[in-house]
């Protein structure tokens, strides 16, 4: 079975800094992972994925995920956190089963930017 | 830009009474899903379209219905709303199942 655990609820961090959101998967094999971002009231927009191909993915907005199939993490980072940067992170697998490819969704990481 | 439009942004309607959430789409994508996303809560698909091929998920209440009368277009129905419905719908489109790209999302407000 695949699923996934962000491993945060909530991470704050001053402007500035680096931001680390954590997330480990589980998949009976090669899974492809995605980092969605969701600012208040407003829809899903896709930061970055993971299909197989090189490890280190770079997304949007300077945000960067590294896949470790040895430790199953696909951790979210970013050197350099910005006030705009404040919002819900969910870290999702695809399952695909035949022609039925749907997500498997973590709970979300809310990210606070302090000034 | 080609994109995922949802109307209306936020709907009100009163408990019991049908409602109709609308979605559509200009980036021709094959299959179309309907999420409910709950405050704080990861959404959760309450079912999807894969061409005309409707894909019930198997916990999504009997209460939401959809139809897709064209490729663009896609509707979520809910016969008879509770207080527990309220909650931001979203929709999403992908080719073949692929990356989803999203709508801004409608909030349903329950009286």
């Known amino acids: 079975a695949q699923s996934v655990t962000q491993l945060d609820s909530h991470v704050s961090v001053s402007e500035g800094t680096p931001v680390l959101l954590r997330c480990n998967y589980s998949s009976s094999y090669s899974p492809s992972l995605f980092w969605y971002v969701q600012h208040p009231n407003k829809g899903l927009q896709l930061l970055l994925k993971y299909t197989s191909a090189a490890t280190l993915v770079k997304g949007i907005n300077g945000f960067e995920a590294e896949f470790k199939k040895s430790e199953t993490s696909f951790h979210l980072t970013k050197p350099s956190a910005h006030m705009s940067d404040a919002a819900e992170y969910f870290c999702?697998?695809?399952?695909?089963?035949?022609?039925?490819?749907?997500?498997?969704w973590g709970l979300g990481t809310s990210l606070a930017v302090n000034p | 830009d080609a994109m995922v439009i949802q109307n209306p942004r936020y709907q009100v309607t009163q408990f019991g009474k049908p409602v109709t959430l609308s979605c559509s789409q200009t980036l021709n994508h094959n299959v179309m899903y309907w999420y409910q996303q709950k405050s704080s809560q990861a959404p959760k698909l309450l079912f999807h379209?894969?061409?005309?091929?409707?894909?019930n998920e198997a916990d999504t209440p009997d209460n939401f219905q959809s139809r897709r009368p064209n490729t663009s277009f896609c509707f979520l129905d809910i016969r008879s709303p509770g207080l527990g419905d309220a909650a931001m719908y979203l929709c999403?489109?992908?080719?073949?199942?692929?990356?989803?790209?999203f709508g801004p999302g409608t909030r349903l407000l329950v009286l």
């Open positions: 379209y894969y061409d005309k091929d409707f894909n």
């Open positions: 999702v697998v695809r399952l695909v089963a035949g022609n039925n490819r749907k997500l498997i």
């Open positions: 999403a489109t992908s080719r073949d199942g692929g990356n989803q790209y």
